[in-house]
């Protein structure tokens, strides 16, 4: 059974930093694409970033310069360092990944079939 668990998310006031963990268990996440979705209240899911199983990286233009996606392999883990954070950022995180065509590995696919329980992020103005 494919689990992952995502932790790190929080209530930050603007322009503070978190660090999101997405642990795979029984899913060996290194020939993934995988990826961070968000969704805040109201709005669509949008892809925040994501990354290949070369270790390429794409990234959503309102987040680019401010959050890293990183890939530890020997832990199994998938990491988003967010700093500068916004209140726009406000929005539930989820950590995703699956095995499209390399090419389609960005922020732009979001059909993944493995999904994390998704972890709240809630930045104060």
């Known amino acids: 059974q494919v689990r992952l668990l995502e932790s790190g998310g929080g209530s930050v006031q603007s322009g503070g930093s978190l660090r999101l963990s997405c642990v795979g268990l029984?899913?060996?996440?290194?020939?993934?694409?995988m990826g961070w979705v968000r969704q805040a209240p109201g709005k669509e899911r949008e892809g925040v970033a994501a990354?290949?199983?070369?270790?390429?990286?794409s990234y959503l233009d309102s987040v680019k310069g401010r959050f890293t996606v990183s890939r530890d392999k020997d832990k199994n883990t998938l990491y988003l360092q967010m700093d500068s954070l916004e209140p726009d950022d406000t929005a539930m995180y989820y950590c995703?990944?699956?095995?499209?065509?390399?090419?389609?590995?960005?922020?732009?696919?979001?059909?993944?079939?493995?999904w994390g329980q998704g972890t709240q992020v809630t930045v104060s103005s």
């Open positions: 995703a990944a699956d095995h499209p065509p390399p090419n389609l590995c960005s922020i732009y696919f979001t059909d993944y079939i493995n």
């Open positions: 990354m290949d199983h070369y270790g390429h990286a």
């Open positions: 029984g899913y060996d996440l290194r020939p993934a694409c």
